[in-house]
């Protein structure tokens, strides 16, 4: 089945160790993006690719970086985590970014800082 | 600035119908979205709307008026698997999806 894979689903860091997350995709869609997602919260984008084309929201802290190696693959890097990144990390894709273009999600990466 | 409403928790009865409602006020609009996220869980797509109307889809219905910038979530014949948040998510004029916090719906038998 064509699905979003993200690994690992849980992650535990140390404060300040930076971290990786990963995200892959056998839907062959044109965007990705990263959602950081608090408890009760609205998802908040962190960043999305059109292609290879890198789209940095403008609050995204700079402790936040990604990667998108090929069409398949995307890793948000995390250069030094603080208490307050813990969080549920959440991969998605769509065909395109036309309105009605659906996003599809992947299982999330909760992340947890000590 | 860019603003989705909806409340933020909701109790009905399993066999029962609710609606949740999301008003809207954002910079152009493509589209609304309804998702349903379980616990713990990544949010899975229910619905689109662009035009005015109500689309139906099984137990579940979309309603839209761009007039009011206002939509809203009908589920019919409440199940204890329905139990979850309900995220409304509208498209803005660069397509980005503006999200609201979600609608905890809890079902009581």
């Known amino acids: 089945d064509a699905m979003v894979i993200q690994n690992p689903r849980y992650q535990v860091t140390q404060f300040g160790k930076p971290v990786t997350l990963s995200c892959s995709q056998t839907?062959?869609?044109?965007?990705m993006y990263w959602y950081q997602q608090k408890s009760s919260q609205a998802p908040k984008l962190l960043f999305h690719?059109?292609?290879?084309?890198?789209?940095n929201e403008a609050d995204t802290p700079d402790n936040f970086q990604s990667r998108r190696p090929n069409t398949s693959f995307c890793f948000l890097d995390i250069r030094s985590p603080g208490l307050g990144d813990a969080a549920m990390y959440l991969c998605?894709?769509?065909?395109?970014?036309?309105?009605?273009?659906?996003?599809?999600f992947g299982p999330g990466t909760r992340l947890t800082v000590l | 600035g860019q603003n989705i409403d909806q409340p933020t928790e909701m109790t009905a009865t399993e066999g029962a119908i609710v609606q949740i409602n999301c008003t809207y006020q954002?910079?152009?609009?493509?589209?609304l979205f309804w998702y349903q996220q379980h616990a713990g869980e990544a949010p899975t797509f229910l619905s689109y709307?662009?035009l005015d109307g109500l689309e139906e889809k099984g137990r579940f219905s979309s309603f839209l008026s761009r007039s009011k910038g206002y939509s809203y979530l009908l589920l019919k014949e409440l199940q204890m698997k329905d139990s979850a948040s309900y995220l409304c998510?509208?498209?803005?004029?660069?397509?980005?999806?503006?999200w609201g916090a979600g609608t905890k719906l809890i079902i009581k038998p």
């Open positions: 998605a894709t769509s065909r395109d970014q036309g309105g009605s273009d659906e996003q599809f």
């Open positions: 839907l062959n869609h044109n965007v």
């Open positions: 690719y059109y292609d290879k084309d890198f789209n």
């Open positions: 954002t910079s152009g609009f493509n589209g």
């Open positions: 998510a509208v498209a803005d004029s660069n397509y980005q999806l503006i």
């Open positions: 709307n662009v």
